[in-house]
C-alpha cells in the first residue's frame, strides 16, 4: 500500500521562502557579482597573497593545536568522572556563542602583555598578543569547541564491546584508545576537524582585537577582505568568492564522509 503524498501547508511556505531568501539571496548576489575572469589578476597581488599564505599556515597550526588538546578534551568530557563536567562543558561551548570581539578581549585579558599571564609572557619573550601566535591562538580559541562536541557525541554514542575485548586481550587504556576508539571514530573526527578547519580560517573578531591586523604580519584573508571594501571592492568580492566555495566544497566533502 503506497503512503499518501504529503504536501507542504500553505502557512510554511511563506517562511520557508522567507528563509531561503535570507540564507541563499547574499550567497548568489556574491558569486554573481565576482569578477570571474579578473580573478588571476586580483588575487594576484602582493597583499592578497600574503594573506592567504597567513591564513593556510595559521589555520594548519590552529587545527594541529585543537586537535592534540581537544581530542583528549572531548575524552575527558565522555568517559572521565571527573567532578564538575557539567560546568566544563558548558564552558568548552561558551566561544560557539560569544561575540568574538568579546572573545579577543577576553584572550587580551588572559594572554596580553598586560593580561593575567602577562607578566611571564613578557618575562620569557613569547607574549602572543598582536603577533601570528595571537592568530594561532584566536583561532583555536573559536574552533574548539567544534572539535571537541563532535568527539565527544561520538565518544558518548560508542558500542565499549571493542573496548572492551581489547582490555580483556591486555591492551592498556592507551594502546585501546590509539589503536581502537579514535579508529573507530575517525569519520566524526574528521568532521569535527573540518568544522574546526572552516571555523578557524574565517574568524574575524577575535583575531583583529587580539592580534591586529598587520599586513603580512597578523591580517588573514577574512581581515584583508575587510580592508578591501574599501580600497579595491572587485578584490573583495573576489577573495570573497574564493572563502565562499571552499566552504561549500568543505559542506560537499562532509555530507559525503558522513554518509
Known amino acids: ?20 531568501l535570507i540564507v541563499v539571496l547574499p550567497l ?15 588575487l594576484g597581488t602582493d597583499a592578497v597573497r600574503e594573506a592567504m599564505w597567513l591564513s593556510v599556515r595559521c589555520t594548519a597550526a590552529a587545527v594541529v593545536l ?18 564538575g563536567r557539567r560546568l566544563l562543558r558548558a564552558l568548552v561551548t561558551v566561544p560557539l556563542v560569544l561575540p ?9 585579558l ?3 602583555r598586560h593580561g593575567v599571564l602577562g607578566p611571564l609572557l613578557v618575562e620569557t619573550g613569547t607574549v602572543p598578543a598582536f603577533t ?8 583555536a580559541f573559536v574552533a574548539m569547541p567544534f572539535l571537541v ?14 573496548e572492551d575485548v581489547a582490555a580483556t586481550l591486555g591492551a592498556g587504556p592507551l594502546r585501546t584508545l590509539l589503536t581502537v576508539t579514535l579508529p573507530t571514530i575517525g569519520p566524526s573526527v574528521a568532521a569535527g576537524t573540518a568544522l574546526a578547519a572552516a571555523r578557524a580560517l574565517g574568524e574575524f573578531g577575535a583575531t583583529i582585537t587580539f592580534a591586529g591586523s598587520l599586513p603580512g604580519a597578523t591580517q588573514t584573508v577574512p581581515l584583508a577582505v575587510y580592508q578591501l571594501l574599501e580600497d579595491d571592492p ?9 572563502l565562499l566555495l571552499f566552504s561549500l566544497a568543505l559542506i560537499a566533502s562532509l555530507r559525503a564522509r558522513l554518509r
Open 1 to 20: 500500500m503506497s503512503r499518501p503524498t504529503r504536501r507542504t501547508p500553505l502557512l510554511l511556505a511563506g517562511p520557508a521562502v522567507l528563509a531561503l
Open 28 to 42: 548568489i548576489a556574491l558569486l554573481s557579482r565576482t569578477p570571474w575572469t579578473r580573478l588571476p589578476e586580483l
Open 66 to 83: 585543537t586537535l592534540l588538546a581537544g581530542v583528549p578534551l572531548a575524552w575527558v568530557l565522555a568517559r572521565s568522572t571527573l567532578p
Open 100 to 108: 568574538p570581539v568579546v572573545g579577543g578581549v577576553a584572550l587580551l
Open 110 to 112: 588572559a594572554f596580553g
Open 132 to 139: 601570528p601566535y595571537g592568530v594561532v591562538l584566536a583561532e
Open 149 to 162: 562536541l563532535t568527539v565527544e557525541g561520538a565518544l558518548s554514542g560508542l558500542d565499549r564491546g571493542q
Open 234 to 242: 572587485p578584490a573583495a568580492y573576489a577573495l570573497s568568492a574564493v
